[in-house]
């Protein structure tokens, strides 16, 4: 069993410390322009503890990591997939690692090559005419799509269209981002089976349309069957569309954005593309765009003159939204991206989809198989898929979040819970393409251990975890009294 | 079974509705609603004076699960928002037909109204959810 780690300064105790460490006393002339008002009066507050200690302890802190490196992780790749350890590797080479970006050009060319490249593979991948690499996460992504959106609108003078659809389905970042860009938000409905529901659409189309914002597969784990039609709805009332690219990985090398008729996208390098992004960052929300939006992308793009490579920048694209980032985004998780596309090559991103697919539906199999319900049971999972506890809450007052947390106890990360919200005490699975059958298995004979202890003994279930270091939080009260910060007691 | 009081009206969005003596109409949201958005950690309610439009927007519900708009079921005039909620959103789960009222809102005459359902109807709305 894990314990829970003390903060560091309750291992401390006065006089210890690495005193090989400490710093030499700088003398004074060392702060002698630094006036007397800034200066220190008192020591700092900070924890004295030996070498041994401190290792100790920082070594326990990372093994209460609970990580896709030791762990399965059915969040997938709506949060991270595996990391391959080739493509941290080899964007730490020290050539890229020294560029500095103010750098002429002419001393970049081998990055720059990378990045026109990887634009490039962007391009084939998703089918889209042009692709901008500087967004620098999801929301950022899908903010320069639909600021795209306007501007091209406005450039021909069509100034009424201020309205983007959202079907319900969608990811919950789009009627943020629309509302974000000025934009006033259309929610329409989904049909019992999960796609977009046309008659709605028909309604909510007009002369103010900007736009819809869709998630193929949707957020619901089911593929948009009728997605030509929905293309040439709103395009036939003079919208664009966008793709959200957050479910991007199910249908990789198999099916395009650009062919279903999307006008932008964003995707998620730090997803889709297997970068890390632990603790919320870096990412890397690259857009793509149909020809008629090509002049309204973001810069700077690197283009490709002969065998020279360069920044197109405001001279070159004078319709741009503009720069989204100092430089061009996160140049080291673009990078990542660029390694594992390379590593994967043509075959391997279809296998990608493919192993995605396969795997959330072997899934869904076997948990149908165990008595779990699908909450689209007539339906095909696509890279992830959706279980409802309602059955259990109702029954058994064992609900989605107590099997989460029991989770936790049999070695597995909880899967997304209570989202989307449209379906009452669920449970969002998403295995990815690199998990064996083997972890699969061991997964679905652990949530049907859990479902017999909700039927024999629910309080096992309710009151779990057991085996984590803190057990079940009160979350009402850490959401409504935020306290974060250690404070010091007696001895201070 | 969640509670469905017989003097009030419902709509499919789960508000309820309750006619005060003087003509204005308090809006909460249903204990079906608050059992399964779960422990409410923030309410955003309007101010008075604030016009409020049939089917639109008109408050916000937030829970450790998820955050929820609440539709204004008429249009008309906010003429208070429930002071209260502010520092105790949890009484929306404890009252959420009494002290858990989100607002009180002034129909403009001859002004639209979502499709109002009776106790009964909601009630089998929430069998149909599978309350």
């Known amino acids: 069993m894990r314990t829970r780690e003390k903060v560091i300064f309750e291992h401390s105790h006065p006089g210890r410390g690495a005193a090989d460490q ?20 008192q020591r700092p507050l900070l924890p004295e503890v030996g070498e041994l200690e401190a290792v100790r302890h920082f070594t326990r802190l990372s093994q209460l990591n609970f990580s896709i490196d030791t762990h399965f992780y059915p969040l997938g790749s ?30 970049g060319q081998g990055f720059l090559a990378c990045m026109h490249e990887l634009q490039e593979m962007l391009k084939e991948v998703t089918g889209m005419q042009a692709v901008a690499l500087s967004p620098m996460a999801g929301a950022h992504g899908e903010f320069a799509g639909v600021a795209m959106i306007r501007a091209f609108h406005r450039s021909r003078g069509d100034l009424a269209r201020n309205e983007i659809i959202v079907p319900e389905a ?111 960052g870096p990412g890397a929300g690259a857009v793509g765009v149909s020809a008629r939006l090509e002049p309204f992308l973001p810069i700077p793009i690197v283009g490709r003159e002969g065998e020279r490579y360069r920044w197109l920048a405001e001279r070159d694209r004078p319709q741009s939204i503009g720069r989204l980032s100092a430089f061009m ?164 | 079974m969640s509670k469905v009081p017989a003097d009030l009206k419902y709509t499919k969005t789960h508000e309820w509705l309750r006619t005060l003596p003087d003509g204005s109409i308090e809006i909460g949201i249903t ?43 008429v249009t008309g005039e906010v003429t208070a928002g429930n002071p209260r909620l502010a520092s105790e959103p949890e009484a929306v789960n404890t009252d959420a037909y009494g002290g858990g009222w989100l607002m009180r809102v002034r129909p403009t005459p001859g002004g639209a109204t979502a499709a109002l359902m009776s106790p009964a109807e909601y009630e089998k709305l929430q069998q149909e959810e599978g309350d």
Not at chain 1, 23 to 38: E, N, R, T, V
Not at chain 1, 222 to 242: D, K, N, P, S, T
């Open chain 1, 329 to 492: 985004g996160n140049a080291g998780v673009l990078l990542r991206a660029y390694i594992y596309m390379r590593m994967l090559g043509r075959e391997g991103m279809s296998r990608v989809g493919e192993y995605a697919t396969l795997n959330a539906n072997y899934l869904l199999a076997l948990l149908k198989e165990r008595g779990f319900d699908a909450a689209y049971p007539s339906r095909r999972a696509s890279h992830e898929f959706i279980i409802t506890l309602k059955k259990q809450a109702r029954d058994l007052e064992v609900t989605a979040m107590d099997f989460a947390k029991r989770l936790l106890d049999y070695g597995f990360h909880a899967p997304t819970t209570y989202f989307p919200l449209l379906v009452p005490e669920c449970l969002l699975i998403e295995p990815t393409e690199t998990e064996g059958k083997d972890t699969l298995d061991a997964f679905v004979a652990a949530m049907s251990q859990i479902q017999t202890e909700a039927e024999q003994e629910p309080e096992r279930v309710t009151s779990a975890p057991h085996t984590m270091p803190v057990r079940r939080l009160d979350d009402v009260r850490a959401a409504k009294q935020l306290d974060l910060t250690w404070k010091p007691t007696a001895q201070s």
């Open chain 2, 31 to 73: 204990d079906h609603a608050q059992h399964a958005l779960g422990d409410l950690v923030f309410v955003e309610v309007p101010e008075a004076g604030r016009a409020v439009k049939a089917g639109e927007p008109c408050a916000v519900v937030e829970s450790v699960k998820a955050a929820s708009d609440v539709y204004a079921p």
């Open chain 1, 170 to 280: 969608a990811h919950g970042t789009n009627p943020a981002t629309a509302t974000m860009c000025g934009c006033v938000v259309r929610e329409i409905p989904v049909d019992a089976a999960g796609d977009v529901d046309l008659a709605a659409l028909e309604a909510a189309v007009g002369p103010n349309t900007a736009g819809i914002m869709l998630t193929n597969p949707s957020t619901l784990g089911v593929f948009e069957r009728r997605i030509e039609q929905v293309a040439r709805i709103v395009h036939a009332a003079g919208g664009l569309l966008y793709y959200d690219g957050a479910n991007l990985n199910a249908i990789l090398g198999k099916v395009r954005p650009g062919d279903m008729g999307f006008d932008v996208i964003h995707m998620n390098l730090h997803k889709t593309f297997s970068t890390p992004h632990g603790g919320g």
């Open chain 1, 22 to 41: 400490w710093p030499h006393d700088p003398g004074s002339a060392a702060i002698a322009d630094i006036p007397q008002k800034l200066r220190r009066t």
């Open chain 1, 78 to 107: 709506c949060t991270m997939k595996y990391n391959p350890k080739a493509c941290n590797q080899y964007a730490m080479l020290p050539e890229f690692l020294a560029r500095h970006p103010l750098g002429p050009e002419s001393h």
